[in-house]
């Protein structure tokens, strides 16, 4: 079974500070790694995904990831935090093939203090 | 490509009603899914449908059911309401690219009283 741990629910940063969000994860096979972001009253939106190959991946709006099989993690940072940051975020791993249900963690709340 | 549209946005039930929730996949996707997201819970997996078939189910009690019609579009249905089915209801489709990525719609806030 698959398990994602989001170290700290709640990460408060200045702005243009760096961003760093923790993700730890647990798969039986060779895992598929996202990071999404929600907004208020909003959905999910896809910030960056691990499949194959590199294991540092840039997504959108500056964010990247850098996938460790050693570790188990997959931790989202951001150089320069700005105030359009400010969300909740969430880790989750899939197997891939033909499951198509994602597990996701419990999500760390970003706030960018002015 | 217009996104996951899911309807409606906000309903308030009382307990002991059902209720129907809608979700137009983006076109072209033929799988979706849906999540039940509370504060307490997370974003838990429900339900997951490919041309009609249901693939995949979550833990949940039998009162949360589901469709797909053969355009793809899906229905969910909560029956006999409870003050815990409270929850933001996340619908989202998937083009089956092996990875698992999912593209999610804003989702249905039902509020139970």
């Known amino acids: 079974a698959q398990s994602v741990t989001q170290l700290g629910s709640h990460v408060s940063v200045s702005e243009g500070a760096l961003v760093l969000l923790r993700c730890n994860y647990s798969s039986s096979v060779p895992p598929y790694l996202f990071w999404y972001v929600q907004y208020p009253n909003q959905g999910l939106q896809l910030l960056l995904k691990y499949t194959t190959g590199a294991t540092l991946v840039k997504g959108i709006n500056g964010f990247e990831a850098e996938f460790k099989k050693s570790e188990t993690s997959f931790h989202l940072t951001k150089p320069s935090a700005h105030m359009s940051d400010a969300a909740e975020y969430f880790c989750?791993?899939?197997?891939?093939?033909?499951?198509?249900?994602?597990?996701f963690g419990k999500g760390t709340l970003l706030t960018v203090n002015p | 490509k217009a996104g996951v549209t899911q309807t409606p946005r906000y309903l308030i039930k009382t307990r002991g009603q059902q209720v129907t929730l809608s979700c137009s996949p983006i076109?072209?996707?033929?799988?979706v899914s849906w999540y039940q997201q509370t504060p307490g819970q997370g974003l838990q997996f429900l339900f997951e449908?490919?041309?009609?078939?249901?693939?995949n189910k979550g833990n949940f009690p039998g009162r949360f059911s589901g469709r797909q019609f053969s355009n793809s579009r899906s229905e969910m249905n909560v029956s006999t309401l409870e003050l815990g089915d409270s929850a933001l209801y996340l619908c989202?489709?998937?083009?089956?690219?092996?990875?698992?990525?999912?593209?999610f719609g804003e989702g249905s806030r039902l509020t139970v009283l």
């Open positions: 449908y490919f041309s009609e078939t249901q693939r």
């Open positions: 989202a489709s998937s083009e089956l690219d092996q990875t698992g990525e999912l593209f």
């Open positions: 989750a791993v899939s197997e891939g093939g033909s499951n198509y249900k994602l597990t």
């Open positions: 076109s072209g996707h033929r799988s």
